[in-house]
């Protein structure tokens, strides 16, 4: 049987109902994995038998009149950094390519308590050190709507696989836009929650102060499936004590007023190329013509606060490291082990400065960006996605730093921003906005980008490649 293309939801619901077979969909997606999926670059491990084993029994269950959840018997594949005990968890390293897991992550219990059958590991960055997606180790990552682009990174594997169609859906890590770049580099929908709203247990770390868990689909509906089976406090992430437990599926149904949205003026914009700048507009449009109230926001400028964000990051990962930094420094990549050192030589004074600075730089934020408007606007990137050419040493030849420039400051903030398809450049390449909201928001964050693709279809469009 060829099975329809799906978005999870849709997926979810056809072998709840039993039109579609657990078996049918995983052997879909194992066979898209171990050949598009190999093709893209983009897979880095296959449980076939495992996996088939699994779909097998989801179908005698459901038979049975056992549903195990709200993701019974639907397929995925991770960011290979997630802890799944058993199984070569190697971040995308050398470092750790022999590392075998004896605990799994939280988030990965919760998907597999909600039905989920996990299909493999998905390409990324190298110990997740690189916006573009380049792996000096595993080799590019390709993006589907034109191979000889970058995906963006560091969930590589993530956002092309679910842009591919080979998985419905897939979790992610962001640390500075590691989750909502690919997203918007492949023309796919993901969302960084607010800080320690997921736990991160079991999940290799860039930095932890600054990590964050999240899902990649193709629309904010599965976006909001994905986060009420992941979010909330977890015994094994003291951080996530205060995290609510929130409805957000739910939260897309309810008649609420149309958003306000907040833009920023053009001096805050200059950075920002002039196709992508009439992309945002164009898609503010599309709010308004939903009933949102657009209003201009002013805030300060994130360089400052993304040169804080770097600061956390490099002293936070080169802690993490710092002992195969010493024993085995040739195992890492150039590029990732020259940015490890520099952490290492930071002065202490300089990231408790960051971190001292966190407080009082959040507060003034929320307070610019959410006094006139539910929610900010912003450009995933400043610029149309790079050739893999421009990024062959993993420093990319746009420029690592700016492809960031509007994603690194949200993580240092630790306020939640989704990444949300909404039109294509002239090189054929997606171009993604972000919704950016108070913490703890993204039932209102989701519920914006749920009314954006129900008057448009940028999120349904496929690449050629899938």
Not at 44 to 59: F, G, K
Not at 235 to 250: E, G, K, N, Q, V
Request: charged content about 20%.
């Amino acid at each position: 049987m060829q099975i329809p293309d799906l978005d999870l939801t849709q997926l979810a619901a056809r072998i709840a109902s039993g039109e579609i077979s657990s078996r049918e969909a995983t052997a879909r997606s194992l066979d898209a994995l171990d050949t598009v999926g190999r093709d893209l670059n983009c897979t880095v491990a296959i449980y076939r038998d495992e996996a088939m084993a699994a779909a097998a029994q989801a179908d005698e269950d459901l038979a049975h009149g056992k549903n195990h959840g709200r993701l019974h018997g639907v397929p995925m594949a991770h960011k290979d950094l997630f802890d799944v005990a058993g199984r070569i968890v190697a971040a995308g390293s050398r470092i750790q390519d022999a590392y075998r897991a004896v605990g799994t992550a939280t988030a990965m219990q919760r998907v597999a308590g909600a039905g989920a059958i996990n299909l493999g590991a998905l390409h990324m960055s190298e110990f997740a050190l690189s916006p573009t997606g380049y792996n000096a180790h595993l080799g590019a990552c390709r993006n589907p709507w034109n191979t000889d682009y970058v995906t963006g990174g560091s969930s590589s594997g993530s956002a092309a696989a679910v842009a591919a169609r080979l998985v419905p859906a897939s979790l992610g890590s962001d640390t500075g836009g590691s989750i909502r770049v690919p997203a918007g580099a492949c023309g796919v929908t993901a969302i960084k929650p607010t800080y320690a709203l997921v736990p991160k247990d079991g999940v290799t770390p860039l930095a932890p102060s600054l990590d964050c868990i999240g899902p990649v689909a193709r629309t904010a509906a599965d976006c909001a499936l994905l986060l009420d089976i992941i979010a909330g406090p977890g015994t094994a992430d003291p951080s996530t004590a205060l995290a609510p437990r929130i409805d957000y599926t739910a939260a897309l149904q309810k008649v609420r007023r149309a958003p306000v949205i907040g833009m920023l003026p053009d001096h805050r914009l200059a950075k920002v190329d002039p196709e992508i700048l009439a992309i945002l507009r164009q898609s503010l449009g599309a709010f308004a013509a939903a009933g949102a109230t657009i209003v201009t926001v002013d805030i300060d400028d994130f360089d400052p606060v993304n040169q804080l964000n770097r600061v956390v990051l490099i002293v936070e990962a080169a802690a993490f490291h710092r002992r195969s930094l010493v024993e085995r420094p040739l195992d890492f990549s150039a590029h990732v082990r020259s940015r490890l050192e520099t952490g290492l030589y930071m002065p202490a004074t300089r990231y408790v400065e960051a971190l001292t600075m966190r407080g009082k730089l959040t507060r003034r934020f929320t307070q610019q960006a959410f006094t006139s408007a539910d929610l900010l606007l912003l450009p995933c990137m400043p610029s149309p996605v790079p050739l893999r050419s421009s990024d062959a040493d993993g420093t990319s030849g746009t420029g690592a730093a700016d492809i960031m420039d509007f994603t690194r400051a949200l993580n240092y903030l630790g306020v939640p921003a989704a990444s949300v398809p909404a039109g294509f450049t002239a090189n054929g390449l997606p171009v993604n906005f972000q919704l950016v909201g108070r913490h703890f928001d993204e039932a209102g964050i989701l519920s914006a980008a749920h009314l954006y693709q129900q008057v448009t279809d940028w999120h349904r469009l496929r690449p050629p490649i899938g």
